[in-house]
């Protein structure tokens, strides 16, 4: 029984911190565009540089920083423009740049126009929170009480003895047995994959109409359960969670590669390669996939060696 209680409770908790993120892989080379800054040369004063993205570039020690810095040495001056939204997918930014209801659409589009270069790092949420609401759907709770439905579970198992104990587990294995069913066989996350490829899209044209002379520098998708072993139910295998993540990463980046209309594609998949890049404890079932202080220099690092090979 004491096995059993430790089994679902490392479920639990990884079921928690899976569901409770907010934020992102085949290899792609550095691509130089073949257009220009808006008629910045490194002998004037001033450009204007654009971050678009989600929680990884919103971030307080994002490779933003670093970017800007790099920018301001080259060209003296740098004014910076972080757009970045903690949870955004790629509808939502292109709601923003090309709604005009949406109340980020002014300053959004004029700060755009206005842009030199562009960082564009969008995607990882289109499939990360869609599996959050997957599991909603699967508890039978609304996505904002997805939380707190987890915590309930697993203080709930804690507590449990004997014959609770074994109900839970039982009720455990049905949950995740669906779950598995959806994540496997189901059509939300092909759906989320497909949608994607059309914002994205939508999203580089509006780009291109704003800023036609502006450089842009697409990061990739990395994986953020590299290294993570797979979420178990006992000897039931719950989810492949490397697997997973490099397999939906793989989908993301080749729409990227295929479709970045020659833009500049900055390989992060092989840059965070390693869980020691990734905020969270993979090992310990902790699934926070945000690139940790190290794993952001070394994102930043890859954008400006791109910036620096595109003179």
């Given at each position: 029984?004491?096995?059993?209680?430790?089994?679902?409770?490392?479920?639990?908790?990884?079921?928690?911190?899976?569901?409770?993120?907010?934020?992102?892989?085949?290899?792609?080379?550095?691509?130089?565009?073949?257009?220009?800054?808006?008629?910045?040369?490194?002998?004037?004063?001033?450009?204007?540089?654009?971050?678009?993205?989600?929680?990884?570039?919103?971030?307080?020690?994002?490779?933003?920083?670093?970017?800007?810095?790099?920018?301001?040495?080259?060209?003296?001056?740098?004014?910076?423009?972080?757009?970045?939204?903690?949870?955004?997918?790629?509808?939502?930014?292109?709601?923003?740049?090309?709604?005009?209801?949406?109340?980020?659409?002014?300053?959004?589009?004029?700060?755009?126009?206005?842009?030199?270069?562009?960082?564009?790092?969008?995607?990882?949420?289109?499939?990360?929170?869609?599996?959050?609401?997957?599991?909603?759907?699967?508890?039978?709770?609304?996505?904002?009480?997805?939380?707190?439905?987890?915590?309930?579970?697993?203080?709930?198992?804690?507590?449990?003895?004997?014959?609770?104990?074994?109900?839970?587990?039982?009720?455990?294995?049905?949950?995740?047995?669906?779950?598995?069913?959806?994540?496997?066989?189901?059509?939300?996350?092909?759906?989320?994959?497909?949608?994607?490829?059309?914002?994205?899209?939508?999203?580089?044209?509006?780009?291109?109409?704003?800023?036609?002379?502006?450089?842009?520098?697409?990061?990739?998708?990395?994986?953020?359960?590299?290294?993570?072993?797979?979420?178990?139910?006992?000897?039931?295998?719950?989810?492949?969670?490397?697997?997973?993540?490099?397999?939906?990463?793989?989908?993301?980046?080749?729409i990227i590669e295929n479709?970045?209309?020659?833009?500049?594609?900055?390989?992060?998949?092989?840059?965070?390669?390693?869980?020691?890049?990734?905020?969270?404890?993979?090992?310990?079932?902790?699934?926070?996939?945000?690139?940790?202080?190290?794993?952001?220099?070394?994102?930043?690092?890859k954008f400006i060696a791109?910036m620096s090979a595109s003179?």
């Amino acid at each position: 029984m004491k096995n059993l209680k430790v089994w679902v409770s490392r479920l639990l908790i990884g079921i928690m911190t899976f569901m409770c993120f907010a934020g992102n892989s085949a290899p792609l080379e550095v691509r130089a565009a073949e257009v220009a800054p808006n008629s910045v040369s490194e002998t004037e004063s001033e450009i204007h540089y654009v971050a678009l993205g989600d929680s990884i570039t919103r971030a307080d020690n994002s490779y933003v920083n670093e970017v800007s810095s790099y920018l301001k040495k080259r060209y003296g001056k740098c004014v910076t423009s972080n757009l970045s939204v903690n949870a955004w997918k790629s509808k939502d930014l292109l709601d923003a740049l090309t709604n005009p209801t949406n109340s980020k659409y002014s300053s959004y589009r004029a700060k755009v126009k206005d842009a030199d270069i562009i960082t564009l790092d969008i995607g990882s949420n289109d499939v990360l929170i869609t599996a959050r609401e997957i599991g909603a759907e699967v508890l039978g709770c609304t996505e904002s009480e997805l939380d707190m439905v987890a915590i309930n579970w697993f203080i709930k198992l804690q507590n449990a003895s004997g014959f609770s104990s074994i109900m839970l587990y039982l009720q455990a294995y049905s949950i995740v047995s669906r779950v598995r069913y959806e994540i496997e066989y189901g059509s939300t996350l092909p759906n989320a994959v497909a949608t994607y490829e059309q914002n994205f899209n939508k999203i580089l044209a509006e780009i291109k109409k704003l800023a036609p002379n502006a450089k842009v520098y697409i990061g990739n998708i990395y994986n953020p359960y590299v290294d993570a072993p797979s979420m178990c139910l006992g000897s039931y295998e719950f989810v492949a969670m490397e697997k997973l993540g490099r397999n939906y990463a793989i989908k993301l980046n080749k729409i990227i590669e295929n479709n970045a209309n020659g833009n500049v594609v900055v390989d992060l998949y092989n840059t965070i390669n390693n869980s020691k890049y990734i905020q969270g404890d993979v090992l310990n079932y902790n699934y926070d996939p945000h690139p940790n202080a190290e794993g952001q220099k070394l994102i930043a690092s890859k954008f400006i060696a791109a910036m620096s090979a595109s003179n």
